[in-house]
């Protein structure tokens, strides 16, 4: 994994013309919460220091990441609208697939539509609506219910 990192590293940007994903932290372990390793990005407006949100990759398997979800992301709302979360976690591809990804779960609250059609941009599948049990609500910042979507990485280039 740490040569990956490095490789990442090396250079921390993804860039699709519009937005550029930029590698802000590479520590996001919380063995609390059952994840073992991960990224997040800053997203910015192409060639620029204009912060638009992030994008993090959590990578591992646990009772609380099954409410998280493997990938996480937000929007500033000046930036909102125009699709980034979704180009976002497409150019999170290279990535995901160097580390053989088959599929990952993003999670929202059934009432953040805008997050749910980011889903759906990705031909994501939604896979349930669950509980959120009490234990885990403080992580999932209150939410009472999740919705757990499922991405099927594409495989090839």
Known sequence: MRK?????????????????LILSNEDVADAECGIR??????????????????????????????????????????????G???????????????????????????DNIPSRKTCEKLGCTLESIVPVPQEYRLICAGATKKCRYIWRIPQGE
């Open 84 to 110: 980034y979360a979704a180009r976002a976690c497409r150019m999170m591809l290279p990535l995901l697939k160097r580390l053989h990804l088959g599929s990952i779960v993003i999670t929202n609250n059934p």
């Open 37 to 82: 390793d991960g990224y997040t990005f800053c997203i910015h407006k192409h060639d620029t220091q204009k912060y638009a949100g992030y994008v993090s990759l959590r990578l591992g398997e646990s009772p609380a990441l099954f409410y998280l979800g493997h990938i996480g992301y937000r929007i500033e709302p000046e930036y909102r609208g125009h």
């Open 4 to 20: 990956l990192l490095r490789l990442f590293s090396r250079k921390a940007t993804f860039s699709d013309g519009e937005i550029d």
